[in-house]
Nanobody
Framework: QVQLVESGGGLVQPGGSLRLSCVASGFTFSNYAMRWYRQAPGKERELVAS????????IFADSMKGRLTISRDNAKNTVYLQMNSLKPEDTAVYYCNALHVERGWRYWGQGTQVTVSS
């Protein structure tokens, strides 16, 4: 069955870095754009980063632009999110999302908690 399994979240001090990973299975990973969303308590889920199926194009939310790198390894069915210079307002559950652009099929992971606090 389809699975997206995130890892790499945790507690980090302001200014620190984290690298999130999302391993996909059960579908043809290389046919899907991959995205990272986040949801903070009491707020709507928001898109933070996106990468095309080939990795040729990336998009970032303005709130995190310059602090993120998104990459993917289609041979490993894995997408990564490198987050630097983290701020307390980055605290949220981060979700991995797979999107088949032409068909509109979409899958979600279970999320990984990121807490930025001193």
């Amino acid at each position: 069955q389809v699975q997206l399994v995130e890892s790499g979240g945790g507690l980090v001090q302001p200014g620190g870095s984290l690298r999130l990973s999302c391993v996909a299975s059960g579908f043809t990973f290389s046919n899907y754009a991959m995205r990272w969303y986040r949801q903070a308590p009491g707020k709507e889920r928001e898109l933070v980063a996106s990468i095309t199926s080939t990795g040729g194009r990336t998009i970032f939310a303005d709130s995190m632009k310059g602090r993120l790198t998104i990459s993917r390894d289609n041979a490993k069915n894995t997408v990564y999110l490198q987050m630097n210079s983290l701020k307390p307002e980055d605290t949220a559950v981060y979700y991995c999302n797979a999107l088949h652009v032409e068909r509109g099929w979409r899958y979600w992971g279970q999320g990984t908690q990121v807490t930025v606090s001193s």
